[in-house]
């Protein structure tokens, strides 16, 4: 059963706010992403735990803030977001972190900055 | 660099027609190659994936893609169209070197069905 569930679905948020994106999986894999995909674009890699460690961070912004609390779920931690940080973003896992290694992929949490 | 290229960003065929949805990867070491679906406002769902062991790979929903090393292709087709086929379709690259999973997508291709 591959599969990895994220919340919420939908999240409109202020740029003030503070708010979370949640992630989680029981497939027992040890690697976890973040992926941001605009609109008709491919998806763009922002964060890489493998086995709870923060493996790989591709220069995202800080006010995206990612935390993999254990080995099921990862979050990611928004604050004082701009509106170009509209998206759907994919959370998805791994077996290992690993090139050849399939990634599973959830169905993402829309997020609307207003 | 890896990089992958999908040549046609919008394809559109008639149902039950042969698709053809080309992937052009850059690399001098044969990579592992993956195609990815993205049905509308859904996440991405494996198709199939390249590893070295058959260069004919049959995937899922009647999909297969044929490596060509020569021609550093990994085109995906399937005989016969059908309108639940309709979705965006990434071609994706991973680096047999890397010890990261970083895999590079391509820019991806709209597939329509005319009825």
């Known amino acids: 059963d591959t599969e990895v569930t994220q919340t919420p679905k939908h999240l409109v948020m202020g740029m003030t706010n503070k708010k979370s994106l949640k992630c989680e999986q029981h497939m027992g894999h040890r690697a976890m992403y973040w992926y941001k995909q605009k609109a008709k674009k491919p998806p763009e890699l922002m964060f890489v735990y493998s086995y709870e460690k923060l493996s790989i961070n591709e220069s995202v912004p800080s006010r995206f803030s990612p935390e993999c609390p254990n080995s099921s779920l990862l979050n990611l931690h928004l604050h004082a977001l701009q509106p170009e940080d509209s998206a759907l973003y994919l959370c998805?896992?791994?077996?290992?972190?690993?090139?050849?290694?399939?990634?599973?992929f959830g169905e993402g949490s829309w997020l609307t900055v207003v | 660099a890896q990089s992958v290229t999908q040549l046609g960003s919008h394809v559109s065929v008639s149902e039950g027609a042969l698709v053809l949805l080309r992937c052009n990867y850059s690399s001098s070491v044969p990579p592992y190659l993956f195609w990815y679906v993205q049905y509308p406002n859904q996440g991405l769902q494996l198709l199939l994936k390249?590893?070295?062991?058959?260069?004919l790979v049959k995937g899922i929903n009647g999909f297969e893609a044929e490596f060509k090393k020569s021609e550093t292709s990994f085109h995906l087709t399937k005989p016969s169209a059908h309108m639940s086929d309709a979705a965006e379709y990434f071609c994706a690259v991973s680096d047999r070197s890397s010890s990261a999973s970083k895999i590079i997508f391509g820019s991806g291709t709209r597939l329509s069905i005319r009825p």
């Open positions: 998805a896992s791994s077996l290992i972190q690993g090139a050849g290694n399939t990634i599973y």
């Open positions: 390249y590893t070295s062991a058959a260069t």
